[in-house]
């Protein structure tokens, strides 16, 4: 499975953006998705994740309420709503697979993504 993740940009504290992770490869559907995001300094941290069938979704406490992840089998593609951005927010943020588990507090994942840049200023 190979991972593109897209939508990350500059924006300014309480404004939206969503992040798309494009898969490619067989069998994207029976696959966990997660988002991870490392901020400047700081180890990687767990977002957000959702089981293959929708069946279990997970949030870091830091991100409930604001942030949304969401995923479409026919489009191979995960999503992350992330509304009410706060410069805390800012980080390089992945998209990760795995075939077994959805979230994984060792952040172990089959596969990852490139990555891409949120950045909200104050």
């Known amino acids: 499975v190979q991972l593109q993740a897209s939508g990350g940009g500059v924006v300014q504290a309480g404004d939206s953006l969503r992040l798309s992770c494009a898969a490619s490869g067989r069998s994207f559907s029976r696959y966990g998705m997660a988002w991870v995001r490392q901020a400047p300094g700081k180890e990687r941290e767990f977002v957000a994740s959702i089981t293959w069938n929708n069946n279990r979704i997970d949030y870091a406490d830091s991100v409930k309420g604001r942030f949304t992840i969401s995923r479409d089998n026919a489009k191979n593609t995960v999503y992350l709503q992330m509304n009410s951005l706060k410069p805390e927010d800012t980080a390089i943020y992945y998209c990760?697979?795995?075939?077994?588990?959805?979230?994984?507090?060792?952040?172990?994942?089959?596969?990852w993504g490139q990555g891409t840049q949120v950045t909200v200023s104050s």
């Open positions: 990760a697979a795995d075939a077994v588990f959805s979230r994984r507090s060792d952040l172990k994942y089959d596969y």
